[in-house]
């Protein structure tokens, strides 16, 4: 059973257009949850991590949310560029430690276009 | 620098044929793991590796085995590789903090 539901599954939005990514799971118990942005072909690269019961992070123009209690997160893109074309990938652990499991969504795939 | 290799970056190989990944990390990072990314899923996890030898299967093991004789170095075997073993396979690293998991660029293996 999918423990990490991403929406939606596909976005086109124009460039300059904000966009709003989310992610509902049930993981239990929710460590930290990871956003990662995956060019086509390309590996995972980490954009933000979330820690706190109720957490909001900042990291240029992404910006993110996550609300333990309601078990959901969500990716804010603003001002949006043709290189931010890409699949983003929500991740949560269950564990602080090297020994936690990560579960992962599988991914929005967001395509800008000009 | 911190990153994860993969080597090699694209195979393929023959079904019935034996197929090697390999994964190396320079952050002396205690954890590694192997999974494999499908259209439409999410990451599965093949197999997490604790440390040297102490390694402990996955959500989908079947098929696969791994070695981790050194710390920063983990290999993904295939014995007799399947079709359906037609994926991309990610190497990952991880420290014990949620700051320091780190990724590598994949392999895309195809069996013919």
């Known amino acids: 059973k999918t423990q990490v539901e991403q929406s939606p599954q596909s976005l086109v939005v124009r460039q300059g257009e904000n966009c709003v990514l989310q992610c509902n799971y049930s993981v239990t118990p929710d460590n930290h949850l990871r956003w990662f942005k995956q060019d086509t072909g390309k590996g995972l690269v980490s954009l933000t991590v979330l820690v706190d019961q109720k957490d909001k992070t900042s990291n240029g123009r992404y910006s993110a949310t996550l609300d333990k209690d309601a078990k959901h997160s969500t990716l804010h893109i603003t001002a949006t560029l043709l290189d931010d074309t890409a699949t983003y990938i929500c991740?949560?652990?269950?564990?602080?430690?090297?020994?936690?499991?990560?579960?992962f969504g599988a991914g929005t795939q967001l395509i800008v276009i000009p | 620098d911190m990153k994860v290799t993969q080597m090699p970056r694209y195979l393929i190989k023959r079904m019935g044929e034996n197929v090697l990944l390999e994964c190396g990390q320079d952050m002396s990072h205690e954890t590694m793991y192997w999974y494999r990314q499908d259209p439409g899923l999410g990451l599965q996890l093949i197999y997490i590796?604790?440390?040297?030898?102490?390694?402990s299967e996955g959500d989908i093991p079947k098929g696969y085995r791994v070695s981790r004789k050194k710390r920063e170095h983990f290999s993904l075997i295939l014995d007799s590789a399947k079709t359906n073993q037609t994926s991309v396979y990610f190497c990952?690293?991880?420290?014990?903090?949620?700051?320091?998991?780190?990724f590598g660029h994949g392999t895309k293996l195809s069996v013919l």
């Open positions: 991740v949560v652990a269950d564990r602080g430690s090297a020994l936690g499991r990560l579960h």
């Open positions: 590796s604790y440390d040297v030898d102490s390694n």
């Open positions: 990952a690293s991880r420290d014990r903090g949620p700051e320091r998991l780190f």
